[in-house]
């Protein structure tokens, strides 16, 4: 199995920034694209970012895309969010998550991901 635990949440005002981590452990060779999501009050959990096994491919939703910047560390087991010009309607809970297969095909189903982290709480003021 493998267990993903994401950090870097916290307060900011609008505008600001925040750096979120996530590393995974535990059988880590079944790791493959590594993803972020997000699920606000009341809403569904959404699609954020996404990047391939390799890092050689991105995918970001067109709320957060120009604002955010995804990147992994396969010798960590890292992934990260790097979150600029953030705004009050990116306050929710961020997961990131991880498929057990890779493809030139950039994954954004959250049923695409088995693997998932308890979440880390943005809250962005105005």
């Known amino acids: 199995q493998v267990q993903m635990v994401e950090s870097g949440g916290g307060l900011v005002q609008a505008g600001g920034s925040l750096r979120l981590s996530c590393v995974a452990s535990?059988?880590?060779?079944?790791?493959?694209?590594m993803g972020w999501f997000r699920q606000a009050p009341g809403k569904e959990r959404e699609f954020v970012a996404t990047i391939t096994w390799l890092g050689g491919s991105t995918r970001y939703a067109d709320s957060v895309k120009g604002r955010f910047t995804i990147s992994r560390d396969n010798a960590k087991n890292m992934v990260y969010l790097q979150m600029n010009s953030l705004k009050p309607e990116d306050t929710a809970v961020y997961y990131c998550a991880a498929t057990k297969y890779s493809s030139s095909y950039t994954y954004i189903s959250s049923s695409e991901y088995a693997y998932w982290g308890q979440g880390t709480q943005v809250t962005v003021s105005s």
């Open positions: 535990g059988r880590t060779y079944t790791v493959r694209d």
